[in-house]
């Protein structure tokens, strides 16, 4: 009887309002505490991945600039570099300039200002 006894206030305390509540309260500290690394995680996540890619640009930086300093080691590439910032040339050679002539009109087309002036009329 006395084990019947001890169950029912057992029973008696864990289903009281008081008990419902602070577990209910202990429930929300606990999804809180979860909530906050989860949102940690993604953060973290999120972070590995632009460190990845960062990585990744700088891992394809590296390879353009070791091919350039290769490019650049023999005699023939820093002339050719020469040439092409500089526009320098060998002794006994010539530069030539080419100017592109799109935004020259042609002579067909253009006309005088006084041929301007009669078409207004």
Known sequence: MADFQSRKRTRR???SPLSIV???LLLLLLGRGV???????KLARGEAEAA???LQSAE????????EIERLSSSRGVEEELRRKFGAAKP???VIVI???KNVESPATSSS???KFLKLF
Request: aromatic share 18%; charged share 35%.
């Open 22 to 24: 602070l577990l209910f």
């Open 13 to 15: 305390i864990l289903y």
């Open 35 to 41: 909530w906050n690394i989860y949102e940690k995680e």
């Open 60 to 67: 394809a930086r590296r390879g353009i600039l070791v091919s």
């Open 113 to 115: 200002w006084w041929q």
């Open 99 to 101: 100017v592109d002539n």
């Open 92 to 94: 006994g050679e010539e």
């Open 52 to 54: 990845k890619r960062e």
